[in-house]
């Protein structure tokens, strides 16, 4: 068994880390505050390549394999959340899809602008009475002859209002259940599609969240995902590499209150000496650091059975489960280390602690990963 990284890999945590230092940092409190999409810092994570990162280069992709996708997520949620799940979505729900099932002609007109970054994607699966049980999907896309005609109401969509083309789920044979429903390409601006306003929420504030209305939206046969009636086992397949981000995202957030908390225990003193220098703090850090390792193992054996061609959907919902429980702990703890200092924004761990409850919500809850981990083990 090798631990050991490759030169490449070191080279995407180096650029990762840069950017994340010098393009997120400044900021990161002020866009959290206001809820504001970091647009401009997204357009460069595209000119790094981080936004297509795992798509064929054919496609305007950056080649890269699952680790260093797990690498740059971490260093970009140890500074930025919130920046970090635009790019897992568009990576992992969006263009991993599109590139597995897409067209020839989707991947021309879609991908490739995903892909490279001059254009951001959104995946809608959830509904207001759909979201741990994604088989209850009530919108309709309806086989009209020469098109299919769109209805119903997506729910707590990332890069809702920022995106240009939306992967949509939804039901073409309703007497067909989850088997009746299909994946397509819808694009922003088409007749009847609406854009609710932002959702106000606890964490990852810059991040972009929408409720999303179609109302009769006329979507050309062209821009089926194939295979017809395979909708649903596409939601599926994409949420099992979405969830590998996701755990990396929380990796990220935990790591970044990690290393935070290691610094401020070395500068603040009580009691005449260094917080480092009491046991209880030392103790704190050992465990934080102890969970932190044990999560990066995990999201990056996830990765690893996902680059070679093994069956990762239960090691990228064990990495979801465990990461976000870490990230989680690690954070609250961020907060205890840093006393009256990590309540308040200017030390970012409160921020942390924030955006680390959504790691145990979106793409599937922790209750659904254990749901998923346990069928397995009880086949
Ligand atoms: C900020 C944010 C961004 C999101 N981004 C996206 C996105 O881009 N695209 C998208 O499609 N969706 C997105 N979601 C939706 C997200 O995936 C859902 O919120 C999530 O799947 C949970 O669904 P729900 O909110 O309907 O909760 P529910 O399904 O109503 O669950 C409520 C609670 O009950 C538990 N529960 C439900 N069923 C069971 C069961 N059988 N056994 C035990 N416990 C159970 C759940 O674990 C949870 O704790 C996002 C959500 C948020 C908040």
């Known amino acids: 068994m090798d631990f050991s990284l490759s030169e490449e890999h070191f080279a995407v945590r180096e650029t990762a880390r840069t950017f994340a230092k010098t393009e997120l940092l400044p900021g990161v409190i002020e866009r959290d505050e206001l809820q504001k999409f970091p ?56 263009c991993w899809g599109l590139e597995k099932y897409g067209t020839e002609e989707q991947k021309q007109k879609y991908l490739k602008p995903l892909a490279s970054g001059q254009k951001l994607g959104a995946f809608a699966l959830s509904e207001p009475e759909a979201g741990s049980d994604a088989t209850h999907q009530q919108t309709s896309a309806l086989d009209k002859g020469d098109h299919y005609l769109l209805n119903g109401t997506k729910n707590w969509i990332t890069n809702g209002g920022s995106s240009d083309y939306v992967i949509v789920i939804a039901h073409t044979f309703p007497e067909l259940a989850h088997k009746g429903i299909n994946a397509f390409v819808v694009e922003k601006g088409w007749d009847g599609f609406t854009i609710a306003p932002k959702e106000n929420k606890m964490g990852i504030r810059s991040s972009d969240t929408h409720q999303l ?15 017809d009636k395979g909708g649903f086992k596409f939601a599926m397949e994409t949420l099992n590499g979405g969830r590998i981000g996701i755990a990396a995202q929380a990796l990220g957030i935990a790591a970044g209150a990690y290393e935070l908390s290691l610094q401020y225990a070395k500068e603040r003193k009580t009691f005449g000496k260094p917080l480092s220098q009491h046991q209880a703090i030392q103790f704190k850090l050992a465990d934080m650091a102890t969970q932190i390792e044990a999560a990066r193992l995990l999201c990056y054996k996830a990765a690893f059975l996902k680059d070679t061609h093994q069956d990762y959907s239960i090691a990228s919902a064990t990495a979801k489960l465990f990461a976000s429980k870490v990230a989680m702990d690690v954070t609250v703890e961020a907060v205890q280390i840093h006393g009256g200092y990590g309540y308040v924004k200017e030390f970012h761990v409160e921020r942390l602690m924030r955006d680390a ?19 397995s083990l009880l086949k």
């Open 39 to 94: 647009k401009e810092q997204v357009a460069k994570l595209g000119e790094l390549g981080f936004l297509g990162m795992m798509v064929d280069p054919s496609y305007g992709g950056s080649g890269m394999d699952a680790v260093s996708y797990v690498i740059a997520i971490e260093e970009i949620a140890k500074i930025d959340a919130s920046a970090a799940v635009v790019m897992s979505v568009n990576n992992s729900l969006v």
């Open 213 to 227: 209305l179609f109302n009769d939206v006329k979507i050309p046969k062209s821009n089926l995902i194939p295979p």
């Open 357 to 375: 409850k959504i790691t145990q919500i979106y793409e599937g809850t922790s209750e659904i990963q254990k749901m998923v981990i346990s069928r």
